[in-house]
């Protein structure tokens, strides 16, 4: 903000910013969904296609879901609403409560290779 003789006036950085959100403003200042843990590389699928605002949803609650219209991943919906990771889980807690949302949690691999995976490797490396 600058004083311009009088009162004070917003001045913007630049013509494409605007107001700033911070993320516990989004997440009503709660830091863990409600329910789930939600991997970088959980599937996260809408379950309805269309949801009108109600009640503790949120504009990024809506976003969410329309963009999950496609499968996408936890951390693809960060990257395309340019909010952090921890705050999408936290709206995704949400959505999973209200059931508008379905998320794929990653397989377990079943343990570590075997060492001859790594030793393939380590030969590989040091071939270059």
């Avoid at 917003?10 to 329910?35: F, I, K, L, N, S």
């Avoid at 059931?99 to 270059?128: H, M, Y």
Wanted: aromatic residues 4%; contains cysteine.
């Amino acid at each position: 903000m600058t004083v311009t003789g009088g009162p004070m006036e917003e001045q913007w950085v630049d013509d494409h910013a605007g107001p700033v959100v911070r993320p516990y403003a989004v997440t009503r200042g709660r830091a863990r969904p409600v329910t789930g843990t939600f991997d970088l590389i959980s599937l996260v699928t809408a379950i309805q296609s269309d949801v009108t605002p109600e009640a503790g949803l949120g504009p990024e609650h809506l976003a969410i879901v329309g963009l999950c219209q496609r499968m996408q991943s936890v951390a693809e919906i960060a990257a395309h609403l340019d909010l952090p990771v921890g705050t999408i889980r936290v709206l995704l807690g949400d959505l999973v409560a209200r059931n508008l949302v379905q998320v794929r949690e990653p397989r377990a691999t079943g343990g570590l290779p075997d060492d001859s995976i790594f030793e393939a490797v380590i030969n590989g490396l040091r071939a270059l």
